[in-house]
């Protein structure tokens, strides 16, 4: 087990940012850590790595608690924070030779240049980080991260701010460091969710409010199913709302309707067609993507 929270409370005075939050990541997985702004992501990203304290819980990041072991506990993890805090004076191979000594590794030199080969930095190398652009900074913080070839990686937003083409680049590189560790990372990206992560934890207000893989959190809302019809003439709202299990209408343009209801709404679709006359022109269901599962989990 790379990651353990159990029950961890965490108050800023009088506010709970984390509420009883309990989860456990395996050796291996990349994990999506999602959730709303202010919803306790960055704060609980800061306590596995030892940064800031809980308030009540238990955390264990390779076996060793973080209260205990606070500093066996730092060797083992990576992390790449929100707000990427580099040194933009340095140049970059300077830079992550600074890195390399403050967590005494042998061979620094050659390790500073197995870094900037992984993550792409060979043309930039020589540059200050002033000078680099946010994707090319952010591949600073990602070599940094792992340059002590930690078991475990935090990343919190390791791609807020980059273009589509640094989206891709970033998003690879995870892919390829998950190839050998455990990765937990935070995003309010969805595509990014589906694309790389092994399972999905979703956080709300403070408290967990799923834990599954993507694929079944969004299969788990079957019982609650989504179906755009088009009939061949004006339907009343009312009458429609009147269909059994159907829980709300939407009128999208003229003759079409989305229905949203319970369990399998579609065969007392078609009933009440056969009764009222109405001719079923077209019939679908509409699948929900992970973002608009996010929103029903999260929203208001």
Partial sequence: MSIEVKNVVKYYKEQAALNDVSFKINSG????????????KSTMMKIITCFIPKSSGLVKVCGLDVDDNSIEVRRKVGYL??????????????????VGGIYGIKNKNERVKEMVNLVGLEKEQHKKIGALSKGYRQRVGLAQAIIHEPEVLILDEPTSGLDPNQLVDIRQL????????????STHI??????????VIIIKEGQIVADDTAKHIQQKDELKQTVLVEFDKEASRNQ???????????NVEGNKWIFMGEGDIRPHIAKFAQQHNYLILAMSTVEKSMEDVFKEMTGN
């Avoid at 995870?174 to 190839?179: A, C, E, S, V």
């Avoid at 969710?193 to 092994?198: F, L, S, Y």
């Avoid at 429609?240 to 939407?250: F, G």
């Fill in 240 to 250: 429609l709302k009147q269909i059994t299990n159907v829980k709300s209408v939407k």
């Fill in 190 to 199: 969805m595509q990014e969710v589906e694309a790389i992560c092994d399972r």
């Fill in 174 to 185: 995870i892919l390829n460091i998950g190839k050998t560790k455990t990765v937990m990372l």
């Fill in 81 to 98: 924070p929100e707000h990427n805090p580099l040194y933009l004076d340095m140049y970059v191979k300077e830079y992550l030779g600074f």
């Fill in 29 to 40: 997985e990349i994990v999506g850590f999602l959730g709303p702004n202010g919803a306790g």
